[in-house]
């Protein structure tokens, strides 16, 4: 299983024989390697069997950590695995999971989780693959009695709950949007503000993606941001069509949006700040003509549920320490 390299264009089309029932787009693949300024093509671990591709991996890992990284700095990630449906039930998969962990050891993993990478394109293991759980069960991994959501609903006819606007003046906040295009700002100072918020916040993950997003020379960011006067007190980063952040699931709708991550300051908790700022960003989709929205990787159905997202993909959580 050599080292090589190979467009994603294959990769995308493997995976959709071998897992049809969620889709990669070809484009997701390279946003999620090729586009990851993480990535390194040794990360790219290929099967052939008889001169044919049969099957790859993606063993990743955080190579440029941020501020409340450090937490990460010991796992590596099985982001995707595939085997073609001609060579399944031979031994590939299975090689290229250990091909993997032996990799991710060298690189300095001393634990492996499956999917949920950074610049993921799944959260987990999706649980619409038969099978594909039990495979990396059988593999050594533990399998999280939690399931994680992706939830979605139509926003063509949401409105936002009157008691949204009662809460924002309640808490005397006001909501304006954070963006950037082409590492542009569009307001300096909500910039600055807004990242300052995430640094105090939420150092980590959130911190490194939103601020990442926010920094792309090749693409627009948009965070919907609660501001206490000069002060970011909440935020939920919003993803149009065909935008990095939406192709998780362009496979099954090319014009789906999203919404996340979503976030209060520890202080504002309790004032319905977090149900308000999703409101926002789903009627701003709305009034942007998107459609279908998605919110992805998490376990709080009930309350997106009060907004009318439902569940749509679920993910089993699955890791294993070497």
Known sequence: ????????????????????????????????????????????????EGGDLAGFAVAKRLRRPALGCERYRDVGYISLLAVAPGFQRRGIGRRLVARAEDYLRADGAARIVVGGSFHHALAGIPRGLPGAAEFFAGC????????????????????????????????????????????????????????EFLAAEFPGRWFRDVGAALGRPDALALVVTLFSGLRA???????????????????????????????????WQGRGLGLAVVALAADHLKRTGARRVVIDWTDLVDFYGRLGFEPWLSYDLASRTL
Do not use: C
Not at 165 to 174: H, K, N, P, T
Not at 235 to 259: C, E, K, N, T, Y
């Open 233 to 267: 007190v909440a935020f939920a980063q919003i993803h149009l069509p065909g935008s990095p952040g939406s192709l998780r699931w362009q496979g099954f709708d090319p014009d789906v949006a999203a919404i996340g991550p979503v976030g209060v300051a520890k202080d």
């Open 140 to 195: 050594g991994y533990d399998l999280d009695p939690r399931t994680v959501w992706d939830v979605a609903r139509d926003v063509r006819h949401f409105e936002v709950p009157p008691r949204v606007g009662e809460d924002l003046a309640a808490a005397r906040v006001e909501g304006r949007i954070v963006g950037t295009r082409w590492g542009s700002s569009f307001e300096p100072e909500d910039t600055a503000a807004l990242l």
């Open 1 to 48: 299983m050599p080292h090589s390299t190979v467009g994603t264009g294959p990769l995308a089309r493997l995976w959709n024989r071998a897992a049809a029932a969620h889709p990669l787009t070809h484009d997701l693949v390279s946003e999620v390697t090729r586009r990851d300024l993480s990535f390194r093509e040794e990360d790219l671990l290929l099967a052939y």
